[in-house]
């Protein structure tokens, strides 16, 4: 059971080049979410998708757009980036059900990624 | 607006001697509380987590909690500490009562870096 699987697990870029992450979950979780992990600053919450079909912005969501493409995979594209886009970046997914929040959320090993 | 806080960066321990991380969080109504632990170049793992009942709660790797209401704190303890319990700790809190749209998203604290030494 591989669980949460991000891909790649490290990029270097150049400023104003775009990427996406990848990130597919097997537990059949409605839930999915992508933050970034800088030193000192815990983690942040970028977009979010509560279910298919549906996305919302998170705390940091500027420079960034998503893609929920089925209930397994839930995409981070960078349109163009820029230095104080370095980071970690970790894509989570969670059992929801409407009305409850009580199930802990899953992590991929996250991407890490330089941009220079 | 819902909030936590880990109040140590580090926390340095002797192998053998018990450990407390320590939390506190501020939410509008009832917390759902959660520990996870991170360790190099890994993503977040599960401890274990307070939903309601019991303030003691029991987790992964012989790692528990205690809820305090009125403190509004979620410490984390282990009786034993092990060299190979080095890693990095987060507290994430949800509010119970909003777990719809954007209020339901679970806040992390920065972290507090566990240092076990032999």
């Known amino acids: 059971n591989a669980g949460v699987t991000q891909t790649p697990k490290f990029q270097v870029l150049k400023t104003g080049q775009s990427m996406t992450l990848q990130c597919a979950q097997d537990?059949?979780?409605?839930?999915m979410y992508w933050y970034r992990q800088d030193p000192g600053m815990g983690l942040r919450l970028i977009y979010y998708?509560?279910?298919?079909?549906?996305?919302d912005k998170g705390e940091v969501p500027n420079g960034y757009n998503v893609s929920r493409l089925n209930k397994r995979e839930f995409s981070l594209r960078l349109e163009s980036a820029a230095p104080s886009q370095t980071s970690v970046y970790f894509c989570a997914s969670q059992e929801e059900h409407r009305g409850y929040g009580n199930q802990p959320q899953h992590f991929g090993d996250g991407t890490r990624l330089s941009i220079l | 607006a819902q909030s936590v806080a880990q109040p140590e960066d580090q926390v340095n321990v002797a192998e053998g001697n018990p450990l407390t991380v320590k939390c506190t969080y501020s939410?509008?109504?009832?917390?759902?509380l959660f520990w996870y632990v991170q360790y190099p170049n890994r993503g977040l793992q599960f401890l274990l987590k307070y939903i309601t009942g019991d303030n003691l709660v029991k987790g992964s790797y012989g790692f528990e909690a205690e809820f305090n209401k009125s403190q509004t704190s979620f410490h984390l303890k282990k009786p034993s500490a092990l060299v190979s319990d080095s890693a990095l700790y987060f507290c994430a809190v949800r509010d119970s009562i909003n777990t719809g749209g954007s209020q339901g998203n679970l806040i992390f604290g920065k972290g507090t870096k566990l240092s076990v030494k032999p």
């Open positions: 537990m059949n979780h409605n839930s």
């Open positions: 939410v509008s109504g009832n917390p759902y």
């Open positions: 998708s509560a279910s298919e079909g549906t996305t």
